[in-house]
């Protein structure tokens, strides 16, 4: 059953068209018919996700918001800590994906939890500013990523933290900002991930850290599921607004 449900995944990410004349169309296309194996075969895929919760300090009574939050298993990694929240938004263009995602909140009673079928660009808090901001493995497929990036510094209190996991490639020449990944790298990922609409940057770390006070950094190379000998750059990092 768990082969089938890969197969079924695989085939979505590989071979199934992506269509829509508008981002928020075209994420649903390639989410619909993938939604309820969604996690399962994302926690084998997307790597880092959990350490990066656990490195960022949630505030009691604080509001967190996860752009591009899919489904909402991100919440599960901070666990006890939900309940402590003011409140939380999983925000995402994907409907299937925040159907699952509201199934999850109220199956775990969490009443404060929002999904916000919004656009990460525009979309603010409607009361509060936001202690926490977090995107995981979101970046890279939201086209004006930049301006998700700004929008995020804009909700965020002064002092507040954003929070960042996601593929990515080094520039050609990256200095001491990444990793240098040699030409190989730096071609093959771009490439790979595009059938998907998903675009790994060599910009985002850069930009990342020129906009927000660096907490904490890591850069990784994670297994790829039935493709063994392959090992596909991501990065971590957590930054603060400054006061």
Do not use: C
Not at 19 to 41: C, I, L
Not at 164 to 173: A, P
Not at 206 to 225: G, I, N
Request: net charge neutral; aromatic share 14%; no cysteine.
């Amino acid at each position: 059953m768990a082969l089938l449900q890969d197969l079924r995944i695989l085939y979505h990410l590989a071979l199934r068209p992506v269509r829509g004349k508008n981002h928020a169309e075209r994420m649903e296309s390639f989410y619909a018919g993938q939604a309820d194996a969604y996690d399962d075969f994302r926690k084998r895929l997307l790597h880092g996700r959990e350490q990066l919760f656990q490195a960022i300090e949630f505030p009691v009574d604080g509001v967190w918001i996860d752009m591009g939050g899919g489904t909402g298993s991100n919440l599960e990694y901070i666990g006890d800590r939900v309940a402590q929240l003011k409140s939380a938004y999983v925000v995402d263009l994907a409907s299937s994906l925040l159907k699952v995602a509201q199934e999850r909140f109220e199956k775990n009673g969490w009443t404060h939890v929002h999904a916000v079928e919004a656009d990460a660009t525009k979309w603010q808090p409607p009361n509060d500013q936001a202690d926490v901001v977090t995107f995981s493995y979101s970046l890279t497929m939201i086209p004006d990523w930049f301006l998700a990036i700004e929008n995020a510094i804009r909700m965020l209190k002064p002092g507040g933290l954003l929070g960042v996991v996601d593929f990515y490639v080094s520039r050609k020449h990256a200095g001491e900002i990444t990793k240098q990944h040699p030409w190989s790298t730096r071609t093959f990922w771009p490439v790979w991930f595009a059938n998907d609409n998903v675009f790994p940057s060599s910009e985002h770390l850069p930009f990342l850290k020129s906009h927000l006070e660096t907490v904490w950094a890591a850069e990784q190379r994670s297994k790829v599921p039935y493709l063994p000998l392959i090992r596909t750059p991501y990065y971590q990092f957590v930054g603060r607004k400054p006061y």
